[in-house]
């Protein structure tokens, strides 16, 4: 029987150290002046129809596709969720880059956490995910101020579970892209923004539960074994 994944021993103490680290963040409670937003990027191929769909009827009741399709190309969504406020917002881009994320993350800043003294920000360790991103894409300043209004917090390697916003591109994939093709970066992001608003509007929050305590029973086998001496 295989694993899914497994943490290789020498990982294992940074791997567990950034765990807790997470799971300590998602007990804080909520603070409009400092809150938990958890944010996660997911590629998108853009995959046109050849010929057109024929709609459901008494006689189809399901949609009738072609099998063939056009590519075109990939773009990106961007991710932004905060669990316990229910608000999330995403952001369709052609690429990935730092300052993809730079403006991703000012425009939050900027935007509905303008009034936030701080933004304690979990996310994945990828490299296009740091401070540096900001002074690639605006003046010293500028970044400056961006970046101490952050408060980061990275999933470990192999950890990716641990960010609530993949969580929600897990529902916006289930509810708004499956067996469906979408050939342009505009049809793309008008379907995600009308889903952004309906799950906003339902103010659909997460409940998450897991915590230090049940990591160091149920995910025992990935903690470090400790030999005390006499």
Known sequence: MRKMWCIPPAQS????????????????????KRPVVCMDEQPFQ????TRELIPMSEQNHTVKADHE???RGACC???????????????????????DWADFVAALLDGPYADAEKVVLVMDNLNTHGISSFY???????ARR???????????????????AEIELAALTAQCFRNRRIGSIEELAKE???WESSRNEKQK?????FTTSEARTRLKHLYPIIEIGE
Do not use: C, N
């Open 13 to 32: 103490a940074e791997f567990v150290a950034k765990m807790e680290d997470v799971l300590e963040v998602y007990l804080r409670p909520y603070d409009p």
């Open 46 to 49: 853009l995959l046109a129809e």
């Open 69 to 71: 399709y056009e590519r």
């Open 77 to 99: 969504v961007f991710m932004a969720t905060e669990p316990l406020g229910g608000y999330r917002h995403t952001e369709v881009r052609g690429t990935r880059t730092k300052k």
């Open 136 to 142: 690639e894409r605006f003046p010293p300043g500028a």
């Open 146 to 164: 961006y970046a101490e209004r952050l408060e980061i917090h990275f999933t470990p390697k192999h950890g990716s579970w641990l960010d609530i």
């Open 192 to 194: 995600t923004s009308a």
């Open 205 to 209: 929050g997460v409940d998450w539960q």
